[in-house]
């Protein structure tokens, strides 16, 4: 049986190898960085109009990203440009997306992904133990880091898959709250039915932040925050989405 939380989406091109270096800088700071980091930015809200119009992007609950900061933003995986439609609707809050460390191997790509606030999540213990350092120290300065607990990318994806814990250790290890940000799909009206024919068209949900609940061991307060946002996430998208998958069964909204 195929588990959903693989990475068995394949576009058809293939990354080189990747070694990080001792020193590598998760976060960068350093202001020539941070600069270039910043135009490449606004240059994305430009041009991620484009694809947002022509997959009926709509963004609900604008309002809960303002009620924290230095979150933990978990979000289904669901198409290949999800990342920048959450990003792009930070606006002034500076907000960080891990990625697989493979990525960087993609060249060009890789380096504007890495200007655009993208993060390496290292494969290498040695490495990680500097990463979930760095993490926390971001977190404190108010940015909000996004992680896919899904893992694997699945577009179109009509439910929420099972949820991986690595973003809710960071939650927990820094006793920071959790923004679950939730891509629903909808049938196409008024003018997206004449080129959306084939795919439903996509909503952005911020949804209200969820505060930690510690239990008697951090193992425990894990567990427990991971199904409960899960849960939230899974009610969310089988009440909202007009196609979502229930209990082994395909359905639509009424």
Request: proline share 5%; hydrophobic share 35%; aromatic share 16%.
């Given at each position: 049986m ?65 009620k ?17 439609f959450l ?23 890789s ?9 390496p ?8 133990r ?17 992680f ?14 099972n ?28 003018i ?18 969820y505060?930690?609940?510690p ?40």
């Amino acid at each position: 049986m195929q588990n959903e939380n693989e990475h068995t989406y394949d576009n058809g091109f293939h990354p080189k190898e990747v070694h990080l270096k001792e020193n590598y800088k998760f976060y960068n700071q350093n202001i020539f960085f941070r600069f270039f980091s910043m135009l490449t930015k606004w240059f994305t809200r430009i041009w991620i109009i484009f694809p947002r119009i022509f997959l009926g992007i709509h963004v609900k609950g604008r309002k809960n990203k303002r009620k924290v900061k230095g979150a933990i933003m978990v979000s289904n995986h669901i198409h290949q440009l999800d990342a920048f439609f959450l990003v792009t609707t930070m606006y002034y809050r500076k907000c960080y997306v891990t990625m697989l460390e493979s990525n960087l191997g993609f060249g060009i790509v890789s380096k504007y992904m890495r200007l655009a606030a993208a993060v390496p999540i290292p494969t290498e213990r040695r490495l990680l133990r500097k990463f979930s350092e760095e993490t926390g120290e971001i977190l404190k300065k108010g940015r909000n880091v996004l992680f896919y607990p899904e893992a694997a990318l699945m577009p179109y994806c009509n439910h929420i898959r099972n949820f991986l814990p690595g973003a809710f250790h960071y939650a927990v290890a820094n006793e920071r709250p959790i923004l679950p940000c939730c891509f629903t799909f909808h049938k196409p009206k008024g003018i997206y039915k004449l080129f959306r024919r084939k795919k439903p068209v996509i909503h952005c949900n911020i949804l209200e932040p969820y505060f930690i609940q510690p239990k008697e061991t951090r193992k425990e307060t894990i567990e427990h925050a991971t199904k409960e946002v899960h849960d939230i996430m899974e009610s969310f998208f089988i009440k909202h989405s007009d196609y979502y998958y229930e209990n082994g069964n395909k359905k639509e909204s009424e």
